[in-house]
């Protein structure tokens, strides 16, 4: 039987190698590294997406993760028995100790550890919700498709 990490190794190896699924800069620059069934036909998405289909393809397992809404990126996480494992699925996979993953985002982001450490935690469903819809609104607003930004405020505020 395979460790919680092997197992996590083998979903990732699976969604970024096997499939090559990953993130990409031009997914931040189009909607369409939002949308799970675009990120699946294109191969690219942004953290928030990935993180999401690696979710559901572990759950289909058998596997939790649970998001997580770090600052400047979105991972998911396992809680295994040695401690948190995490996973970033925009940059193929990696697979990070809580302390690589905190190290990473102070470096990344510039707060303090204290910080990072807080936010390291699953973030529940309206958050991400949330989170995806802020990042697709800013998307449309930059882009001046305004009626796109008006539809995703809307379901913002219905929040």
């Known amino acids: 039987m395979h460790s919680e990490r092997e197992q996590l190794e083998i979903l990732a190896r699976s969604i970024a190698i096997d499939h090559e699924i990953s993130g990409s800069e031009s997914a931040y620059k189009m909607a369409d590294g939002s949308f799970l069934n675009r990120v699946i036909e294109t191969g690219e998405g942004i953290p928030i997406s990935l993180s999401l289909l690696y979710r559901e393809v572990a759950g289909r397992l058998g596997l939790t993760l ?10 998911v996480m396992a809680e295994a028995a040695t401690g948190p494992i995490f996973i970033d699925g ?7 100790t809580e302390d690589e993953t905190a190290d990473w985002l102070c470096e990344l982001s510039g707060l303090e550890r204290p910080q990072i450490l807080r936010s390291l935690k699953p973030a529940d469903d309206r958050t991400v919700v949330t989170r995806m819809l802020n990042n697709l609104r800013t998307h449309y607003a930059g882009s001046a498709n305004w009626p796109a930004a008006w539809i995703v405020q809307n379901r913002l505020v219905a929040l």
Do not use: D, I, N, T
């Not at 649970?66 to 991972?75: D, K, Q, R, Y």
């Not at 925009?90 to 990070?96: D, I, N, V």
């Open 66 to 75: 649970h998001g997580v809404s770090a600052p400047l990126h979105f991972l």
């Open 90 to 96: 925009y940059s193929e996979g990696r697979l990070m």
